[in-house]
């Protein structure tokens, strides 16, 4: 049934030549089913396997020319930890004060890191694993749903820049190599306990045969709009079972919250675009505190500098991911101390 309804939903948007319908069709379709109390099912390790294709296409990115413009990216780079910072100061008392969240579950929600981890880290320190999940669900829906507009509108941007060459167009070889390091980084990654393995892990050996002069290319088209397609059904069925309590507090506070993230990211891509550290559309995108595998595929589709882009979220989401639950063991170490 989940197959079928985001395949309809896929074939609609195509239909009617909407943006990027092998993402949006689905995620439409599929968020539809859950709201309405469909029995909708994620697609578990293969949805997880489609992550590799973008792993494997942003490290075929990674050339020796990126190494060059590194030091470009050092000052917008090191705007990023800033960026965290703030977050978590207006975040964590926003979900506190304002919707009643307890302490790991306000902190864990504030954080912009991925949605499976800050789940996990949350529920490991006492938070509330089924808010954490719709508030970055919600999070990750309305930047996936709105930046494409804003890249539109505001600054003129297609969406149609070629996401990849035709398969039968790619050497025999190089599609073989990309599937043996699709395999080897996403379960080695898994072994060493490397986190978002699925991405990261594929990435890092791409990149390795790509700095080696082995592999030239991206992954081709069709398996880029694979991965489209499985990751708008996984942001649809996260909402599956929803309440209407739940959708009232917990989705409605994540809401609010993307309003007051949107003004952070707003005024840091700003920042880069006036300081000159990096170009309009890359800087937004940079900043933009969705999901790193959403924002590979708007990088992708416009056209921008996925190293530049890339670059800024793996270094947010290392810092969120390594920093996440030492601060918040600080906090509920400070809440859980007697006042007087």
């Known amino acids: 049934m989940t197959f079928g309804l985001a395949a309809g939903g896929a074939a609609l948007f195509w239909g009617l030549d909407l943006p990027l319908p092998m993402l949006f069709g689905p995620m439409a379709f599929c968020l539809a089913g859950a709201l309405l109390h469909l029995p909708l099912k994620g697609f578990g390790q293969v949805s997880v396997a489609a992550r590799t294709i973008l792993g494997v296409a942003v490290g075929a990115s990674i050339t020796p020319e990126l190494f060059h413009a590194l ?61 954490l999940s719709l508030v970055h669900a919600t999070r990750v829906l309305i930047i996936v749903t709105v930046a494409p507009f804003f890249l539109s509108h505001v600054y003129g941007v297609g969406l149609t820049n070629p996401i990849g060459a035709r398969a039968v167009d790619i050497p ?45 290319i991206r992954p081709p088209a069709e398996a880029i709009l694979t991965a489209q397609f499985l990751i708008g059904c996984g942001i649809g069925v996260q909402f599956l079972g929803i309440t209407w309590g739940e959708l009232t507090r917990v989705v409605l506070a994540g809401v609010a919250y993307v309003l007051v993230l949107a003004v952070l990211a707003a005024g840091f891509s700003g920042l880069v675009t006036t300081l000159s550290l990096g170009h309009p559309v890359e800087a937004f995108l940079a900043f933009a505190p969705g999901g790193q595998a959403e924002m590979t595929v708007l990088a992708i589709v416009t056209g921008a500098d996925l190293g530049f882009v890339i670059t800024h979220h793996l270094t947010r989401i290392v810092l969120v991911i390594v920093g996440a639950p030492l601060v918040a063991r600080l906090l509920t170490r400070k809440e859980s101390e007697p006042r007087g």
Request: aromatic share 10%; hydrophobic share 60%; proline share 7%.
């Open 71 to 131: 030091p470009r990216m050092a000052l917008s780079i090191a705007l990023v930890p800033v960026f965290i910072a703030l977050i978590g100061l207006v975040g964590v008392p926003f979900f506190r004060k304002l919707w009643g969240f307890d302490a790991p579950t306000a902190y864990y929600a504030a954080m912009p890191g991925g949605l499976q981890d800050m789940v996990i880290f949350g529920t490991e320190a006492g938070g509330d694993p089924r808010a």
């Open 172 to 216: 025999l070889h190089e599609l073989a190599l990309m599937v043996v390091a699709a395999l080897v980084g996403w379960k080695g990654g898994e072994r060493i306990g490397l986190f978002g393995a699925s991405i990261l892990g594929p990435m890092i050996v791409t990149a390795v045969l790509s700095l080696a002069g082995i592999i030239h």
